[in-house]
């Protein structure tokens, strides 16, 4: 997929998102999430910080050539470490405390989606980024990361509001397709699993049995690490 049309999907996505969030009871903002110990609020704070990075990527200098895919980007190293993860705990709950109002929060998270579609739709095809983990990549492989994120959360957000999930079908297409390769698709609906219940299941969202192990490990599915 190139990157105007990965830029696509995830605009569609963070869309959607924005939608959902618009309109919030402050006491909604507070509810809990899976993602402990995120509250509502601080998860969005989160999905904001992850697409903040860009600019200053877009800003760097490119390396030379691209060395990290999408899929080895979400690797058991150091980025998925506690020290990592406590880092990435505080500058989502410091970002959320800054805002007054949930309002502000999701008007200042349009505004920096907004900046960084722009940013990347001014970048020629091809254009090479090194991410803040020192990853080499293709731009295009860097913002199918950033749907993973949005995509993935964004179902972490609909369950602490007990909505219905909002989910774009290309986002739920993409993501889909990361997690197991191109001919995963079909692999798991010979599980018997819808995309959510797949979904949910390959991100720890939702338990998985040792029956499902064994059926998911004879296809040959690899799940990926994610924070």
């Known amino acids: ?21 618009s309109g919030l009871s402050e006491p909604d903002w507070d509810r809990p999430t899976t993602c402990a110990p995120w509250l509502v609020r601080d998860l969005l704070a989160h999905v904001r910080v992850v697409l903040a990075w860009l600019p200053e990527m877009l800003a760097a200098e490119p390396p030379a050539r ?38 502000g929060l999701v008007e ?3 505004t920096t989606w907004r900046r960084v579609d722009l940013l990347c739709r001014a970048e020629p095809p091809g254009r090479l980024v090194r991410t803040r983990h020192g990853d080499p990549m293709l731009l295009s492989e860097f913002l199918r990361t950033r749907v993973v994120e949005v995509a993935v959360h964004g179902l972490d957000l609909a369950a602490a509001l007990d909505r219905r999930p909002w989910l774009t079908g290309p986002a ?14 079909a692999s798991v609906r010979r599980l018997g699993w819808d995309r959510l219940t797949f979904l949910g299941k390959a991100t720890g969202r939702e338990p998985i049995t040792a029956a499902e192990t064994e059926r998911v490990e004879r296809i040959g599915l690899r799940w990926l690490t994610l924070g």
Do not use: K
Request: charged share 25%; net charge negative.
């Open 1 to 21: 997929m190139g990157q105007d049309s990965v830029l696509d999907v995830l605009r569609g996505e963070l869309e959607q998102l924005t939608e959902a969030m």
């Open 66 to 103: 691209a060395e990290v895919s999408a899929t080895a980007y979400y690797r058991p190293d150091e980025r998925f470490a506690s020290g990592t993860n406590a880092t990435r705990i505080r500058l989502a709950q410091e970002h959320a405390a800054a805002q007054v109002t949930g309002a």
């Open 108 to 110: 200042e998270f349009s």
């Open 172 to 185: 739920g297409e993409l993501v889909e397709e990361l997690l197991v390769g191109p001919a995963g698709p």
